[in-house]
């Protein structure tokens, strides 16, 4: 049973063009959440978290919207540029008594046509 | 030094071979985590050391074993295993167990023959 989804398997957008990729989870003990990178043959680089007591972090070109009561986030990126071409890896997670596990969801993977 | 290094990239081994795989974090994190990810599927934690000690273990089979010698260096040393085993196997490190900002070595991509 997937906590956290994200049904679209791949996004095409063109360059200059806004990316909105998309998370739900079903966990509402979930408390923080953050996003992923991932290059082919390289490890998932940390892009943007976000707590739950917010609903907008940004941060450059990328921002992260969370609605709680939908338990849906996003990643909006703008521009998008080709180097943003990867697969967007979104998780969650909660805080537990000894460790806090951070759960993945399938990824997008996005591609950025110049 | 922002890097957790991982050793080898690539390994190949039989179901009979004993190998390790290695990893290598120079931020001054005390907690360690090994993951696994098979194509087109999330990366799924393994174990999690936390100040060298072993702090959980997602019920892995005992064919793959970890050790964390030191603060910088976790190992995932691994006997018998299964070609469904074949993965790619990522390292990552945090501030400690309680910051969820992980950073990921580029794994090593393990077939098991």
């Known amino acids: 049973d997937q906590q956290v989804k994200q049904n679209s398997p791949s996004l095409s957008v063109q360059e200059g063009r806004i990316s909105i990729l998309n998370c739900d989870y079903t966990?509402?003990?979930?408390?923080?959440f953050l996003w992923y990178k991932k290059y082919p043959a390289e490890g998932p680089t940390f892009l943007i978290s976000?707590?739950?007591?917010?609903d907008k972090n940004e941060d450059g070109r990328f921002t992260v919207f969370l609605n709680k009561s939908a338990k849906h986030l996003s990643l909006h990126i703008v521009p998008s540029q080709p180097g943003d071409s990867a697969v967007y890896f979104c998780?969650?997670?909660?805080?537990?008594?000894?460790?806090?596990?951070?759960?993945f969801g399938p990824g997008t993977s996005l591609s950025v046509i110049p | 030094d922002t890097e957790v290094t991982q050793t080898p990239k690539h390994l190949v081994m039989g179901m009979t071979n004993k190998k390790s795989l290695k990893c290598e974090q120079h931020?001054?994190?005390?907690?360690m985590y090994w993951y696994k990810q098979k194509a087109k599927k999330p990366p799924e934690l393994m174990f999690v050391?936390?100040?060298?000690?072993?702090?959980i273990n997602e019920s892995v089979p005992s064919r793959f074993s970890p050790e964390c010698p030191n603060s910088s260096l976790l190992n995932l040393h691994l006997h018998a295993l299964q070609p469904e085993d074949s993965a790619l196997y990522l390292c990552?490190?945090?501030?400690?167990?309680?910051?969820?900002?992980?950073?990921f070595g580029q794994g090593t991509r393990l077939t098991v023959v």
């Open positions: 050391y936390s100040y060298e000690k072993l702090s």
């Open positions: 966990n509402s003990m979930f408390d923080y």
């Open positions: 931020m001054g994190h005390r907690a």
């Open positions: 998780a969650a997670s909660r805080r537990g008594t000894s460790y806090d596990k951070v759960i």
């Open positions: 976000i707590s739950s007591i917010k």
């Open positions: 990552a490190s945090s501030q400690d167990e309680r910051v969820r900002k992980a950073f």
